[in-house]
């Protein structure tokens, strides 16, 4: 199996909604990525949990919130969003963070904040 | 982080004619990946190069990493229509995209 799947597809919530994105790999990986992608945009690094553990957050509006509950599972919970924050999620993992190895991408969670 | 510069932004060619896009980094990288993103679709990895000097080749992909592991290339020979898409190269460790390069062919 070397699938990451996220859930929902596609999601509409409103600036005052809260809402979670959630993310699952059983590819044994133990780290794990959210990227946000802008349309004709490069994916934008935004969090990196290594071995459940919270290695890198690239300074993103605390409205994010990631999670990190188990080795396979990684939620990214959002609040108060903005407009601006519409765009495509995309989750992906990896053996490790600090190895040579390829990342796996889900089809991701394009979301619409209205 | 490591930030891998990508150019051109778009490419647009006739079906056959080559393709090449390059990153560059102002830092020696330890490795090297690229990746490739269908229109609608999601980043898929194409390669990862380790070694200075290194060369790779799939099918009519040929992927290059410089002499001093600062820089890289993608090729294409003859693109088809299925090449169209856009090329990330990512840096090592915390996997931080390029810019890419859009790719467009016209049958």
């Known amino acids: 199996d070397t699938e990451v799947t996220q859930t929902p597809k596609h999601l509409v919530m409103g600036m005052t909604n809260k809402k979670s994105l959630k993310c699952e790999q059983h590819?044994?990986?133990?780290?794990m990525y959210w990227y946000k992608q802008k349309a004709k945009k490069p994916p934008e690094l935004m969090f990196v949990?290594?071995?459940?553990?919270?290695?890198i957050n690239e300074s993103v509006p605390s409205r994010f919130s990631p999670e990190c509950p188990n080795s396979s599972l990684l939620n990214l919970h959002l609040h108060a969003l903005q407009p601006e924050d519409s765009a495509l999620y995309l989750c992906?993992?990896?053996?490790?963070?600090?190895?040579?190895?390829?990342?796996?991408f889900g089809q991701g969670t394009r979301l619409t904040v209205v | 982080g490591q930030q891998v510069m990508q150019i051109p932004q778009y490419q647009h060619v006739q079906e056959g004619e080559d393709f090449t896009t390059y990153c560059n980094s102002s830092?020696?990288?330890?490795?090297i990946q690229w990746y490739k993103q269908r229109p609608g679709g999601h980043p898929v990895f194409l390669i990862q190069?380790?070694?200075?000097?290194e060369v790779k080749k799939q099918k009519r992909l040929t992927f290059q990493f410089g002499e001093a592991k600062k820089n890289s290339s993608l090729h294409i020979t003859a693109t088809q229509t299925t090449d169209v898409g856009t090329y990330f190269c990512?840096?090592?460790?915390?996997?931080?995209f390029g810019a890419g390069t859009r790719l467009t062919v016209k049958p």
């Open positions: 992906a993992s990896s053996q490790d963070q600090g190895r040579d190895t390829e990342a796996f």
């Open positions: 590819m044994g990986h133990r780290a």
């Open positions: 949990y290594s071995y459940e553990k919270l290695s």
């Open positions: 830092t020696t990288l330890s490795n």
């Open positions: 190069l380790v070694k200075s000097g």
């Open positions: 990512a840096g090592p460790n915390d996997m931080r």
